[in-house]
Protein backbone atom coordinates (compact mmCIF):
# COMPACT_ATOMS: atom_id res chain seq x y z
CA UNK A 1 0.00 0.00 0.00
CA UNK A 2 1.09 3.18 -1.29
CA UNK A 3 1.04 6.87 -0.25
CA UNK A 4 0.34 9.11 -2.85
CA UNK A 5 0.97 12.77 -1.99
CA UNK A 6 -1.15 15.95 -3.60
CA UNK A 7 0.99 18.96 -2.97
CA UNK A 8 -1.94 21.77 -2.27
CA UNK A 9 0.96 24.84 -2.35
CA UNK A 10 -0.81 28.12 -1.34
CA UNK A 11 0.59 31.73 -1.38
CA UNK A 12 -1.90 33.26 1.50
CA UNK A 13 -1.32 36.67 -0.34
CA UNK A 14 -2.05 35.92 -3.67
CA UNK A 15 -5.24 33.24 -2.73
CA UNK A 16 -3.40 31.01 -5.34
CA UNK A 17 -2.11 27.42 -5.71
CA UNK A 18 0.67 25.90 -7.93
CA UNK A 19 -0.79 23.72 -10.68
CA UNK A 20 0.16 22.47 -13.85
CA UNK A 21 -2.11 23.35 -16.49
CA UNK A 22 -3.66 20.96 -19.11
CA UNK A 23 -5.80 22.44 -21.82
CA UNK A 24 -8.75 23.30 -19.19
CA UNK A 25 -7.67 21.07 -16.83
CA UNK A 26 -5.72 21.17 -13.63
CA UNK A 27 -3.00 18.82 -11.45
CA UNK A 28 -1.12 19.45 -8.65
CA UNK A 29 2.46 18.02 -8.27
CA UNK A 30 1.91 14.17 -7.18
CA UNK A 31 4.81 12.33 -5.01
CA UNK A 32 4.42 8.63 -4.32
CA UNK A 33 6.39 6.68 -1.23
CA UNK A 34 6.00 3.79 1.29
CA UNK A 35 3.57 2.99 3.72
CA UNK A 36 5.13 3.85 6.55
CA UNK A 37 7.52 6.59 5.17
CA UNK A 38 6.77 10.02 6.94
CA UNK A 39 4.97 12.03 4.38
CA UNK A 40 5.91 15.36 6.09
CA UNK A 41 9.47 14.82 5.59
CA UNK A 42 9.07 13.79 1.96
CA UNK A 43 7.08 17.00 1.15
CA UNK A 44 9.73 19.14 2.64
CA UNK A 45 12.27 17.18 1.09
CA UNK A 46 10.45 18.27 -2.50
CA UNK A 47 10.22 21.89 -1.60
CA UNK A 48 13.68 22.29 -0.80
CA UNK A 49 14.98 20.43 -4.13
CA UNK A 50 12.35 22.58 -5.97
CA UNK A 51 13.11 26.23 -4.23
CA UNK A 52 9.84 26.52 -3.55
CA UNK A 53 10.20 28.06 0.16
CA UNK A 54 7.00 26.53 1.77
CA UNK A 55 5.57 25.62 5.23
CA UNK A 56 3.42 22.36 5.38
CA UNK A 57 0.02 23.17 7.08
CA UNK A 58 -1.65 19.53 7.41
CA UNK A 59 -2.36 16.11 5.70
CA UNK A 60 -5.35 16.48 5.26
CA UNK A 61 -8.48 14.05 3.95
CA UNK A 62 -7.14 11.14 3.53
CA UNK A 63 -9.38 8.70 0.94
CA UNK A 64 -8.12 4.87 1.29
CA UNK A 65 -8.21 2.86 -2.20
CA UNK A 66 -7.16 -0.70 -3.14
CA UNK A 67 -3.38 0.15 -3.82
CA UNK A 68 -2.91 3.69 -2.50
CA UNK A 69 -3.98 6.47 -0.07
CA UNK A 70 -4.09 10.00 -1.24
CA UNK A 71 -3.39 12.76 0.92
CA UNK A 72 -3.99 16.34 0.18
CA UNK A 73 -0.93 17.93 1.73
CA UNK A 74 -1.64 21.15 2.05
CA UNK A 75 1.59 23.39 2.42
CA UNK A 76 1.85 27.61 3.04
CA UNK A 77 3.94 28.95 0.39
CA UNK A 78 6.65 32.13 1.00
CA UNK A 79 4.67 35.54 -0.16
CA UNK A 80 4.92 36.15 -3.62
CA UNK A 81 7.40 32.78 -4.19
CA UNK A 82 8.17 31.21 -7.68
CA UNK A 83 9.15 27.17 -8.78
CA UNK A 84 11.76 26.37 -10.39
CA UNK A 85 9.41 23.68 -12.18
CA UNK A 86 8.13 25.82 -15.55
CA UNK A 87 5.23 23.46 -15.90
CA UNK A 88 4.02 25.00 -12.20
CA UNK A 89 2.29 28.21 -12.43
CA UNK A 90 0.09 30.18 -9.57
CA UNK A 91 -3.62 29.65 -10.15
CA UNK A 92 -6.02 31.69 -8.00
CA UNK A 93 -7.74 29.24 -5.95
CA UNK A 94 -11.25 30.25 -7.28
CA UNK A 95 -9.96 28.50 -10.72
CA UNK A 96 -9.19 25.30 -9.02
CA UNK A 97 -12.94 25.41 -7.72
CA UNK A 98 -14.73 26.09 -10.95
CA UNK A 99 -12.80 24.17 -13.57
CA UNK A 100 -11.73 19.98 -13.38
CA UNK A 101 -8.97 18.36 -12.38
CA UNK A 102 -7.13 15.73 -14.53
CA UNK A 103 -6.89 13.93 -11.03
CA UNK A 104 -10.58 12.67 -9.57
CA UNK A 105 -9.30 12.76 -5.99
CA UNK A 106 -7.63 16.41 -5.96
CA UNK A 107 -10.63 18.27 -7.65
CA UNK A 108 -12.77 17.00 -4.61
CA UNK A 109 -10.19 17.24 -1.83
CA UNK A 110 -9.48 21.13 -3.01
CA UNK A 111 -13.17 21.21 -2.98
CA UNK A 112 -13.74 19.83 0.69
CA UNK A 113 -10.71 22.22 2.03
CA UNK A 114 -12.38 25.41 0.06
CA UNK A 115 -15.90 25.13 1.54
CA UNK A 116 -15.68 26.98 5.44
CA UNK A 117 -13.85 30.04 3.52
CA UNK A 118 -11.67 31.28 0.64
CA UNK A 119 -8.46 29.32 1.85
CA UNK A 120 -8.07 25.94 2.82
CA UNK A 121 -9.06 24.66 6.54
CA UNK A 122 -10.83 21.73 7.71
CA UNK A 123 -12.31 20.65 11.26
CA UNK A 124 -9.62 20.83 14.03
CA UNK A 125 -7.41 22.98 16.18
CA UNK A 126 -4.77 22.68 13.42
CA UNK A 127 -6.88 22.59 10.08
CA UNK A 128 -6.21 25.88 9.11
CA UNK A 129 -2.81 27.54 7.01
CA UNK A 130 -2.41 29.86 10.63
CA UNK A 131 -1.53 27.54 13.54
CA UNK A 132 1.77 27.29 12.92
CA UNK A 133 3.08 30.66 13.53
CA UNK A 134 1.26 30.62 16.89
CA UNK A 135 2.80 27.44 18.02
CA UNK A 136 6.37 29.12 16.62
CA UNK A 137 5.72 31.95 18.97
CA UNK A 138 4.46 29.72 21.71
CA UNK A 139 7.52 27.62 21.84
CA UNK A 140 10.19 30.26 21.82
CA UNK A 141 7.89 31.57 24.97
CA UNK A 142 7.91 28.33 26.40
CA UNK A 143 11.84 27.98 26.02
CA UNK A 144 12.86 31.20 26.41
CA UNK A 145 14.73 31.43 22.82
CA UNK A 146 13.66 31.84 19.04
CA UNK A 147 12.59 28.21 17.87
CA UNK A 148 14.44 28.10 14.16
CA UNK A 149 14.34 25.26 12.05
CA UNK A 150 10.93 23.61 12.78
CA UNK A 151 10.60 20.29 11.17
CA UNK A 152 7.10 18.08 10.65
CA UNK A 153 6.93 14.71 11.75
CA UNK A 154 3.01 14.44 12.02
CA UNK A 155 0.45 16.83 10.67
CA UNK A 156 -2.80 16.45 10.91
CA UNK A 157 -6.28 18.95 11.80
CA UNK A 158 -6.25 17.22 15.28
CA UNK A 159 -2.75 16.25 16.06
CA UNK A 160 0.84 17.94 15.38
CA UNK A 161 4.63 16.61 16.32
CA UNK A 162 7.46 19.27 15.80
CA UNK A 163 10.96 19.68 16.26
CA UNK A 164 12.94 22.69 16.48
CA UNK A 165 16.23 24.20 16.99
CA UNK A 166 16.62 26.54 20.12
CA UNK A 167 19.70 27.99 21.69
CA UNK A 168 19.68 25.65 24.32
CA UNK A 169 19.29 22.78 21.86
CA UNK A 170 16.26 20.55 20.29
CA UNK A 171 12.87 20.95 21.61
CA UNK A 172 9.67 18.86 20.49
CA UNK A 173 6.51 19.85 20.45
CA UNK A 174 3.33 18.23 20.34
CA UNK A 175 -0.35 19.44 19.82
CA UNK A 176 -2.63 16.35 20.97
CA UNK A 177 -6.33 16.45 21.65
CA UNK A 178 -7.88 17.05 24.78
CA UNK A 179 -8.46 12.84 25.56
CA UNK A 180 -4.85 12.34 24.98
CA UNK A 181 -3.62 14.75 27.53
CA UNK A 182 -2.43 12.07 29.33
CA UNK A 183 0.68 11.18 27.71
CA UNK A 184 1.88 14.87 28.97
CA UNK A 185 1.67 14.00 32.32
CA UNK A 186 2.50 10.10 32.55
CA UNK A 187 6.08 11.72 30.92
CA UNK A 188 6.18 14.49 33.15
CA UNK A 189 5.78 11.59 35.99
CA UNK A 190 8.00 9.65 34.79
CA UNK A 191 10.82 11.88 34.14
CA UNK A 192 10.05 12.87 37.97
CA UNK A 193 11.04 8.86 39.02
CA UNK A 194 13.42 8.37 36.66
CA UNK A 195 15.02 11.88 35.48
CA UNK A 196 17.68 10.32 33.04
CA UNK A 197 15.01 8.04 31.25
CA UNK A 198 12.58 10.41 29.85
CA UNK A 199 12.38 13.82 27.90
CA UNK A 200 12.21 16.66 30.50
CA UNK A 201 8.66 18.70 30.09
CA UNK A 202 9.39 22.28 29.34
CA UNK A 203 5.38 23.39 29.44
CA UNK A 204 2.23 22.14 28.69
CA UNK A 205 -0.94 24.35 28.33
CA UNK A 206 -4.75 23.21 27.79
CA UNK A 207 -6.13 25.43 24.90
CA UNK A 208 -9.29 26.83 24.76
CA UNK A 209 -10.18 25.03 21.56
CA UNK A 210 -9.73 21.47 23.40
CA UNK A 211 -5.79 21.34 22.34
CA UNK A 212 -3.48 20.59 24.47
CA UNK A 213 0.18 22.02 24.15
CA UNK A 214 3.03 20.07 25.33
CA UNK A 215 7.04 21.21 24.74
CA UNK A 216 9.75 18.65 26.06
CA UNK A 217 13.77 19.01 25.73
CA UNK A 218 14.86 17.01 23.38
CA UNK A 219 16.46 13.48 24.56
CA UNK A 220 19.94 12.65 24.04
CA UNK A 221 21.04 9.73 22.27
CA UNK A 222 19.96 7.42 19.34
CA UNK A 223 17.75 4.35 18.36
CA UNK A 224 20.45 1.59 19.56
CA UNK A 225 20.67 -1.77 18.45
CA UNK A 226 21.36 -3.64 21.54
CA UNK A 227 17.95 -5.06 22.55
CA UNK A 228 19.34 -6.40 25.84
CA UNK A 229 20.62 -3.15 27.27
CA UNK A 230 16.95 -2.05 26.34
CA UNK A 231 15.29 -4.57 27.79
CA UNK A 232 17.15 -4.89 31.07
CA UNK A 233 16.49 -0.71 31.52
CA UNK A 234 12.53 -1.66 30.44
CA UNK A 235 12.48 -4.39 33.80
CA UNK A 236 14.31 -1.81 35.84
CA UNK A 237 12.49 0.94 35.78
CA UNK A 238 8.81 -1.38 35.72
CA UNK A 239 10.00 -2.19 39.35
CA UNK A 240 10.40 1.69 40.26
CA UNK A 241 6.68 1.92 38.04
CA UNK A 242 5.03 -0.22 40.70
CA UNK A 243 5.86 2.16 43.97
CA UNK A 244 5.30 5.03 42.63
CA UNK A 245 2.14 6.71 43.30
CA UNK A 246 1.99 9.53 40.85
CA UNK A 247 2.71 7.41 38.11
CA UNK A 248 0.45 4.69 38.44
CA UNK A 249 -2.19 7.35 38.52
CA UNK A 250 -1.95 8.36 35.29
CA UNK A 251 -1.99 4.76 33.70
CA UNK A 252 -5.28 3.30 32.59
CA UNK A 253 -5.69 -0.11 33.52
CA UNK A 254 -5.82 -2.53 30.52
CA UNK A 255 -8.66 -4.14 29.93
CA UNK A 256 -7.80 -7.40 28.16
CA UNK A 257 -11.30 -8.43 28.77
CA UNK A 258 -12.37 -6.11 26.18
CA UNK A 259 -10.03 -6.77 24.07
CA UNK A 260 -11.14 -10.75 24.07
CA UNK A 261 -14.53 -9.81 23.20
CA UNK A 262 -13.36 -7.20 20.52
CA UNK A 263 -11.41 -9.71 18.43
CA UNK A 264 -13.59 -13.15 18.88
CA UNK A 265 -16.27 -10.53 17.24
CA UNK A 266 -13.74 -9.76 14.73
CA UNK A 267 -12.07 -12.97 13.67
CA UNK A 268 -14.28 -15.58 11.11
CA UNK A 269 -12.41 -18.33 12.53
CA UNK A 270 -14.38 -20.26 15.81
CA UNK A 271 -10.79 -22.40 16.78
CA UNK A 272 -8.86 -18.76 15.89
CA UNK A 273 -10.62 -17.33 18.22
CA UNK A 274 -10.75 -19.79 20.74
CA UNK A 275 -6.95 -19.64 20.83
CA UNK A 276 -6.59 -15.89 21.19
CA UNK A 277 -8.44 -15.83 23.65
CA UNK A 278 -6.69 -19.00 25.85
CA UNK A 279 -3.32 -16.76 25.36
CA UNK A 280 -5.05 -13.78 26.57
CA UNK A 281 -6.59 -15.33 29.43
CA UNK A 282 -3.03 -16.95 30.75
CA UNK A 283 -1.36 -13.62 30.18
CA UNK A 284 -3.75 -11.74 32.11
CA UNK A 285 -3.96 -14.34 34.58
CA UNK A 286 -0.14 -15.28 35.12
CA UNK A 287 1.84 -14.24 38.25
CA UNK A 288 3.61 -11.73 37.38
CA UNK A 289 3.91 -8.00 38.65
CA UNK A 290 1.69 -5.43 37.53
CA UNK A 291 3.18 -1.86 35.76
CA UNK A 292 3.76 0.23 33.24
CA UNK A 293 3.22 -1.75 29.52
CA UNK A 294 4.15 1.17 26.63
CA UNK A 295 2.28 -0.66 23.97
CA UNK A 296 4.47 1.95 21.58
CA UNK A 297 7.54 0.02 22.62
CA UNK A 298 9.61 0.61 19.23
CA UNK A 299 13.11 0.28 18.79
CA UNK A 300 13.04 3.55 17.08
CA UNK A 301 11.32 5.54 20.52
CA UNK A 302 14.19 3.51 22.85
CA UNK A 303 17.90 6.14 22.49
CA UNK A 304 20.67 5.13 23.89
CA UNK A 305 23.37 6.84 25.08
CA UNK A 306 26.41 5.68 26.16
CA UNK A 307 25.22 3.32 28.70
CA UNK A 308 21.92 5.19 29.16
CA UNK A 309 18.96 4.32 27.78
CA UNK A 310 15.56 7.03 27.14
CA UNK A 311 12.21 5.70 26.36
CA UNK A 312 10.14 8.75 24.25
CA UNK A 313 6.33 8.51 22.72
CA UNK A 314 4.89 6.70 25.94
CA UNK A 315 1.24 7.43 24.08
CA UNK A 316 -0.92 3.83 24.59
CA UNK A 317 0.41 3.47 27.61
CA UNK A 318 -1.16 0.80 30.52
CA UNK A 319 -0.84 -0.79 33.38
CA UNK A 320 -1.69 -4.38 33.36
CA UNK A 321 0.89 -7.45 33.51
CA UNK A 322 4.62 -6.15 32.89
CA UNK A 323 5.77 -8.58 30.78
CA UNK A 324 3.43 -7.53 27.48
CA UNK A 325 5.62 -4.92 27.35
CA UNK A 326 8.43 -6.84 26.76
CA UNK A 327 6.49 -9.08 24.59
CA UNK A 328 5.74 -5.70 22.61
CA UNK A 329 9.41 -4.69 22.21
CA UNK A 330 10.83 -8.20 21.53
CA UNK A 331 8.16 -8.93 18.38
CA UNK A 332 9.19 -5.39 17.21
CA UNK A 333 13.12 -5.92 17.44
CA UNK A 334 12.32 -10.15 16.33
CA UNK A 335 14.33 -11.16 19.02
CA UNK A 336 13.31 -13.68 21.48
CA UNK A 337 16.33 -14.13 23.29
CA UNK A 338 16.14 -10.51 25.41
CA UNK A 339 13.34 -12.49 27.16
CA UNK A 340 16.21 -13.64 29.42
CA UNK A 341 18.21 -10.43 29.89
CA UNK A 342 14.28 -8.89 30.63
CA UNK A 343 13.37 -12.08 33.75
CA UNK A 344 17.08 -11.65 35.22
CA UNK A 345 16.72 -7.94 35.41
CA UNK A 346 13.79 -8.01 37.83
CA UNK A 347 14.64 -9.02 41.35
CA UNK A 348 13.52 -12.05 42.72
CA UNK A 349 13.85 -12.80 38.45
CA UNK A 350 11.10 -13.78 36.88
CA UNK A 351 10.31 -17.09 35.91
CA UNK A 352 7.90 -19.49 34.11
CA UNK A 353 6.79 -16.82 31.94
CA UNK A 354 4.68 -17.82 28.76
CA UNK A 355 6.13 -15.80 26.53
CA UNK A 356 4.01 -17.86 23.58
CA UNK A 357 0.89 -16.34 25.40
CA UNK A 358 2.15 -12.63 26.06
CA UNK A 359 3.25 -12.64 22.27
CA UNK A 360 -0.31 -13.20 21.13
CA UNK A 361 -1.80 -11.06 23.66
CA UNK A 362 0.53 -8.19 22.49
CA UNK A 363 -0.07 -9.03 18.88
CA UNK A 364 -3.70 -8.53 19.10
CA UNK A 365 -4.14 -5.55 21.77
CA UNK A 366 -1.33 -4.13 19.00
CA UNK A 367 -4.42 -5.17 16.37
CA UNK A 368 -6.97 -3.72 19.03
CA UNK A 369 -5.24 -0.06 19.63
CA UNK A 370 -4.68 -0.03 15.62
CA UNK A 371 -8.85 -0.20 14.76
CA UNK A 372 -9.14 1.78 17.21
CA UNK A 373 -7.24 4.67 15.41
CA UNK A 374 -9.12 3.91 12.10
CA UNK A 375 -12.50 4.31 13.99
CA UNK A 376 -11.47 7.89 15.03
CA UNK A 377 -9.55 9.21 12.12
CA UNK A 378 -13.14 7.96 10.26
CA UNK A 379 -14.94 9.85 12.25
CA UNK A 380 -13.72 13.01 12.50
CA UNK A 381 -13.67 13.01 8.65
CA UNK A 382 -9.82 12.91 8.47
CA UNK A 383 -9.27 9.82 6.26
CA UNK A 384 -12.34 8.03 4.08
CA UNK A 385 -12.79 4.95 2.79
CA UNK A 386 -10.79 3.25 5.41
CA UNK A 387 -12.82 1.21 7.66
CA UNK A 388 -13.16 -1.85 5.12
CA UNK A 389 -9.47 -2.27 4.65
CA UNK A 390 -8.70 -1.95 8.12
CA UNK A 391 -11.06 -4.91 8.68
CA UNK A 392 -9.13 -7.21 6.15
CA UNK A 393 -6.20 -6.10 7.34
CA UNK A 394 -6.61 -6.81 11.01
CA UNK A 395 -8.56 -10.36 10.33
CA UNK A 396 -6.02 -11.49 8.58
CA UNK A 397 -3.14 -9.78 11.96
CA UNK A 398 -5.60 -11.65 13.97
CA UNK A 399 -4.84 -14.66 12.66
CA UNK A 400 -1.64 -14.73 11.81
CA UNK A 401 -0.34 -14.44 15.53
CA UNK A 402 -2.13 -17.86 16.80
CA UNK A 403 -0.88 -19.46 13.19
CA UNK A 404 2.50 -18.29 13.85
CA UNK A 405 3.15 -19.55 17.76
Known amino acids: MQQVLHLHIVDRDRGAALAAWYGKRWLLPVLICGERARAALVVATWAAEHGVPCDLAGQWLGRVGPDATDWLMVMRAAPFSRAADPKLEWSPLADLTSTASLDNYQGWAVAACLEHGSLPSVPGPFGNLTWLDDVKAWISAAAGTVARAVTPYRVSAHEVVLGAETRCGPVYFKGLRAERACEARLTRAMAALAPASFARTLAVEERADGSVWWLAAG ?187
Not at 266 to 288: H, K, L, M, T, Y
Not at 372 to 401: F, I, K, P, W, Y
Open 219 to 405: CPGQPGDDGNLAAGALARLQRRVIGSGPVLRELRRLDLDAVTTWASGFIDDAASGGAIQRCVERAANASVPESWIPMDLDPTNVLVDGGEVRFIDLDDSYLGPAPLAMAVFSRRCRDASLYRTYEHSWFPPLSGIDWSAFEVTAAVVDAWLGWQRVERHTCRGEVHGALDLAATRTRERLSRCVHRR
